[in-house]
């Protein structure tokens, strides 16, 4: 598959504003068990880290939301609402712990909020979706709506759940900023990488290895000191 992207600048803002750390949907409150792992020694430094992110990209649930952002996508550009809601409640059933599934319909729910004030279009789409709804199904709407390439879409998703993960792992082990960009960096190739794999997979290929967050995100609900909801 041809990895070149060919963006209109509309498109090019329109995708920074939503893989953007100031849209206002509360990712920054959210760690993915990220804190748990630090608090038993698992994660300790910017290897570990980096080793982590990488596992999951490559393995983890950020692929099957990833790849549920697609379909979302691609079925709003086709109007079948219809699909768009089979796949809200199929994420919502695949997410392994409470505080995964809450992250992920509190900032579906404040991105749908957002869009609606923003785009009024949208609205009639996410009344048929419904409360609570996705983050991953959110991000796909909007990027329907605004006719962003899927490509750019995906590595935009890939990108701002990564920067989310460093900033909290920067302030929890902690690393140093320029440790967490430079770790940022070094992950680029593994975002195009992952991209086009997860472009290609098909329905019944839909499938992760990430008991180690399950874990993590289950110990985290019970962690003493907590800085993150997750």
């Given amino acids: 598959m041809d990895n070149t992207i060919m963006l209109t600048d509309n498109h090019l803002l329109s ?128 990027v329907a709506h605004w006719q962003i390439s899927i490509q750019a879409a995906l590595l935009g998703y890939l990108h701002s759940w990564a920067s989310n993960l460093i900033t909290a792992g920067v302030k929890l082990i902690p690393l140093g900023q320029t440790a967490g960009q430079q770790l940022l960096l070094d992950l680029q190739p593994l975002f195009s990488v992952a991209a086009l794999e997860i472009l290609a997979l098909e329905d019944d290929e839909l499938a992760c290895c990430s008991w180690g967050l399950s874990l993590a995100s289950m110990q985290h609900e019970t962690q003493y000191t907590r800085l993150f909801r997750s």
């Fill in 15 to 142: 995708i920074l504003q939503l893989a953007s750390p100031a849209l206002p949907v509360g990712a920054y409150s959210y760690s993915e068990g990220l804190e748990m792992l630090v608090e038993n020694g698992t994660i300790a430094n910017h290897t570990h880290l980096k080793d982590w992110l990488k596992a999951e990209l490559l393995y983890g649930a950020i692929r099957l939301e990833a790849a549920v952002m697609v379909r979302s996508q691609q079925a709003v550009k086709i109007g079948d609402v219809e699909s768009v809601c089979r796949w809200n409640l199929w994420l919502s059933a695949a997410r392994e712990t409470e505080e995964l599934r809450a992250s992920s319909w509190q900032m579906g729910r404040s991105l749908i909020q957002l869009l609606g004030k923003l785009e009024p279009q949208i609205i009639p789409i996410a009344n048929a979706v419904g409360n609570p709804c996705n983050y991953a199904i959110a991000f796909g709407i909007a």
